[in-house]
């Protein structure tokens, strides 16, 4: 790590002094839309947000958001965990939660009502990612606490307009395409397919999967109508977590052993659709949205119990989840100095699934060796079935007022009315066999408020700093997890109210842009399990830190990126069972939650010639247990690519995890006591032509 540092600060120190620098835009007044739904520069924002953009993912070829988000602060997603190796979970703030954040594709929350449909995200033809820290109450609601992740794709009419193909490790290999289509003057339409094969360490875990996203666009009279297709095709051979006994990993099982039965898959046909519209009224701008997707998913894993016998339960899981979008508000501008926004919007979801478990399906050493049978050779000896119906619903008004050149202040209330009516079915078949259906509902109505300010402090030129400081109350209903065990209660909300204070700006003739934020958020009503394995709202947490990140644009090609993260998340109160008897783990580290989180990187991007990236991810020391008896040693990864740009074409080295680090990254929550590890080492050639 101080290597890497060093060599980091040589190379910007080297530079600058030859008078390499060059002015520069000033990333920091980037327009972003994820905060306040209407396009707004980054320094006037009255909270911490991030922009990755296409340039930047395509130079490192980032194809999932463990890589998109590495040089984001304070921010991790490792790939894989229970959604399967396409999958990832992401923690901001330092809280590793899978539902805790909202990700957004153009507009539209990805996975609805339920939990982010990350496995299904789509990172070809990305014009940018933006990243807002903290929940967002009045714009989205009830459905996040700690960050928003919002992926926006190239509008119609627009594309990378490129082609790519790559072969990597382990018989791996992808490939990309993305195009304008043939419009007319009011028409517009693009294209965007691609597709991988990926393989593993652990030669049974895979991933296969395809995507299409169609953009059209057309001017019809004042307004245009916007209309997109999405489909996403995913296949996951899902790997084994390890178990945690006692104060770490048992060394008892090899690091890339799979136990899942020999059929096991995570697959997911996802089909969405979407139209929009934007016309100008009496009142303002008026925009409608309307989203519908389908999923169509089978969920065939096993996972050892935790006595180190090596018995395994499995579970086979057909689901289908349905989800509707709406929103429609309108933007007023009329008066000097401030924007008005007022609308509503509906957040649907239904999701039945049968789950038909084996406990105690088979036995297997631990070392790996024996292929277990496949789950249609298995008799359940278990079915459960869940039903679960959600609508999150709301009424919002935000007002942003920047009364001069200094002052912002943007503050907004939301109404929210949300439903959810659930019926839990579960049948054991071993004597005496019996059956137990139950509904249950919950509605609850409450407001969610978010009240901001920045102020520039000093401005020069180009450079500036901004002050800005936020007040953010949110909450969201308990999450349904769709997983094998009978849950048949309504929980309630969970809440959290953050408080956010920061400076960002710019320097060096706005080369050098910065952002640094202090935070602190308190969980109420946290979801844990019961010693019964049934779920209860029982915990509390809170969440504070610091996150500092900087990117110095040393010359028009050629960016160093830094970001350094400090977080204290501890529990509130909280009476862990740890299989014997309760404790009492108040004041506890967070599980899998570092005190430290650091990048580095450099990205350098001409237009022809040599180009390439390296980017240096350190991750500090945390615990795998609530009780803090379990550390982990920190671990730093290097990702890094070379490549060369000859006319129309790109020929590129990639490799990730360079380092080969295998750490515990994120917990299963389907096996008791059982952790998922990092991705090994990962090497790729790609050819690409420009269109």
């Known amino acids: 790590m101080r290597r890497s540092i060093l060599l980091f600060a040589t190379v910007g120190a080297c530079l600058a002094a030859s008078g390499a620098l060059a002015k520069t835009t000033s990333r920091i007044e980037e327009v972003v839309v994820t905060a306040t739904r209407v396009p707004e520069a980054n320094d006037r924002i009255p909270a911490s947000t991030s ?5 930047d993912l395509r130079l490192r070829d980032a194809w999932d958001l463990q890589t998109a988000l590495s040089l984001v602060s304070g921010v991790e997603a490792p790939a894989g965990g229970d959604a399967g190796p396409s999958s990832s979970v992401p923690s901001f703030w330092g809280l590793h939660e899978f539902d805790a954040f909202l990700l957004v594709e153009d507009g539209v929350p990805w996975g609805g009502a339920f939990n982010p449909a990350i496995s299904t995200i789509d990172l070809n033809d990305v014009e940018r990612i933006e990243v807002l820290k903290g929940s967002a109450p009045v714009m989205y609601g009830a459905t996040s606490f ?44 693009s294209l965007a397919l691609d597709g991988q094969s990926l393989g593993f360490a652990d030669k049974r875990e895979s991933v296969a999967d395809g995507h299409l996203l169609y953009r059209a666009s057309d001017a019809i009279g004042r307004g245009k109508l916007r209309f997109d297709v999405n489909l996403s095709f995913v296949h996951d051979t899902p790997p084994s977590p390890i178990l945690r006994i006692g104060t770490g990993l048992t060394p008892l099982i090899p690091v890339n052993a799979n136990f899942n039965p020999a059929n096991a898959e995570i697959a997911e046909n996802k089909y969405d659709g979407d139209i929009g519209w934007t016309q100008p009224v009496a009142l303002g701008s008026w925009s409608t949205l309307f989203s519908y997707s389908h999923s169509d998913v089978r969920y065939i894993a096993g996972f050892l119990h935790p006595d180190l016998s090596g018995t395994v339960d499995t579970q086979d899981q057909p689901r289908s989840i349905d989800d509707v979008y709406f929103d429609t508000h309108i933007t007023n501008q009329s008066i000097k100095n401030l924007t008005l926004i007022a609308g509503m919007d509906a957040l649907y979801g239904h999701g039945s699934q049968y789950t038909y478990n084996d406990n105690s399906a088979y036995t297997v050493p631990l070392n790996g060796s024996v292929l277990p049978p496949p789950t249609t050779l298995l008799p359940a000896n278990e079915i459960g079935s869940v039903n679960d119906t959600r609508w999150f619903l709301g009424q919002y008004v935000q007002a942003d007022w920047k009364p001069d050149h200094y002052w912002d202040v943007l503050a907004g209330v939301r109404l929210n009315e949300t439903f959810e009516n659930k019926y839990s079915t579960d049948r054991l078949l071993t004597p005496p066999p019996s059956f137990t259906g139950i509904h249950a509902n919950r509605q609850d109505v409450r407001p969610s408020v978010m009240i901001g300010t920045s102020y520039r402090a000093w401005r020069k030129g180009g450079d500036e700093a901004v002050l800005y400081a936020d007040y953010r109350n949110a909450f969201k209903p308990a999450a349904q997890d769709f997983g094998p065990d009978f849950q048949p209660a309504v929980l309630l909300p969970e809440t959290a109210q953050s408080y956010e204070l920061g400076i960002k700006g710019a320097l060096a003739g706005s080369a050098l842009t910065y952002d640094l934020e202090g935070f602190l958020e308190d969980f109420q009503n946290l979801v844990v399990p019961l010693p019964s394995g049934l779920l209860t709202n029982a915990a509390h947490e809170q969440l504070k830190g610091v996150d500092a990140q900087a990117r110095y644009q040393l010359m028009p090609d050629l960016a160093l990126s830094a970001s350094l993260a400090y977080h204290d998340d ?26 430290y989180l650091a990048s580095l990187g450099i990205l350098y991007s001409p237009p022809k010639g040599l180009n390439g990236s390296l980017v240096v991810n350190y991750v500090g020391r945390r615990y795998l247990d609530e009780e803090n008896t379990a550390p982990v040693p920190a671990f730093t990864t290097l990702s890094a690519s070379v490549g060369y740009r000859f006319g129309r074409y790109d020929l590129a080295l990639e490799g990730t995890n360079l380092t080969n680090q295998r750490p515990p990254v994120s917990a299963s929550e389907f096996g008791s006591q059982s952790f998922y590890l990092l991705n090994a080492r990962m090497l790729w050639l790609r050819l690409g032509y420009s269109l």
């Open 146 to 189: 700690v960050g928003v992740v919002q992926v926006l794709h190239y509008p119609a009419g627009q594309a990378a307009n490129r082609m790519d193909i790559a072969l990597g490790s382990y018989g791996s290999a992808r490939g990309d395409l993305s195009l304008v289509l043939p419009g007319t003057t009011d028409f517009h339409e």
């Open 51 to 55: 922009v990755v953009t296409g340039k």
């Open 570 to 595: 501890r529990f509130g109160h909280y009476m862990f069972f740890n299989g014997v008897s309760s404790v009492d783990v108040a004041g506890r580290q967070l599980t899998l939650s570092p005190h």
